[in-house]
């Protein structure tokens, strides 16, 4: 059921008509100072998916948001950072949580009638930084902001990560299953390169 990596294929399939409706591909983040590239698998599809639980549901409703602050966290780097290293990890998070997002909202489009059902307060998501870290965030410069973007984004990696593995318990979606093992797989290889370009 789980197909595991962070370069493996992630496709939605659609199962009615013959016009699939492509979506950016998932970006590989790649090593500190490489560009991003796609990840050389199929396009993502949007599509039905009629093997998918509550559990499958509520874990693309909520990692939407989740990934949503990623990117708002991403946007400060460019004009905040003092590491190139940080602006270009920043981009590449940017670009690989905004296709996620796209795949995401279009398999919660064709598969869940009611998102609101599974919508909880941020707060309640793991990992999610709360109001007065974002400013925080948004105040600080030079060093300061490389240490804290590092601290804040690394915390709300491992939040995805939990709920990526939570799913793997309690979904039934082999689509969910394929795609959360890739969200864990990049996220974690995304840890790492940031504490690294930290400690360097």
Not at 36 to 49: A, C, F, H, N, Q
Not at 129 to 143: I, Q
Not at 169 to 187: K, N, Y
Request: aromatic share 4%.
């Amino acid at each position: 059921m789980v197909a595991a990596g962070a370069a493996a294929t992630i496709a939605l399939t659609a199962c009615t008509g013959s016009d699939a409706v492509d979506d950016p591909p998932i970006v590989d983040p790649g090593a500190p100072g490489d560009s991003p590239s796609p990840v050389p698998t199929e396009d993502l599809e949007e599509g039905e998916d009629d093997g998918h639980n509550e559990a499958d549901a509520e874990f693309m409703v909520q990692m939407i948001e989740h990934h949503k602050q990623a990117l708002d966290m991403s946007e400060l780097a460019e004009d905040r950072a003092d590491r190139d290293a940080i602006v270009s990890i920043a981009e590449r998070i940017y670009d690989a949580q905004n296709a996620e997002i796209k795949a995401m909202q279009g398999w919660v489009d064709s598969n869940v009638d009611d998102p609101q059902e599974y919508e909880i307060d941020h707060s309640e998501m793991p990992g999610m930084a709360t109001p007065e870290e974002m400013a925080e965030l948004e105040d600080s410069s030079g060093d300061d902001f490389d240490r804290l973007f590092v601290d804040l984004m690394v915390t709300h990696h491992e939040g995805g990560v939990t709920m990526a593995e939570d799913v793997l318990i309690d979904g039934e979606s082999d689509m969910i299953s394929s795609f959360a093992s890739d969200v864990i797989a990049t996220q974690r290889g995304e840890i790492a390169r940031m504490r690294d370009i930290i400690d360097d």
